[in-house]
């Protein structure tokens, strides 16, 4: 997921230096969702851990 994130914040700045400011800001507040969303996942997987068996 965070590769995604990675992908969307190169293309929104890829679109903001060619002028593309729509296209831009989309691409960010899809990269900050994505990130965010990394965040919990990770946050979780911390907090629940491995159980041993």
Do not use: N
Request: charged fraction near 10%.
């Amino acid at each position: 997921m965070l590769r995604w994130t990675v992908t969307f914040i190169i293309l929104a700045v890829i679109a903001a230096i060619f002028g593309f400011g729509g296209i831009a800001a989309g691409a960010a507040s899809i990269a900050k969702i994505l990130f965010f969303i990394f965040l919990v996942l990770i946050v979780i997987s911390l907090i629940t851990g491995r159980k041993k068996v």
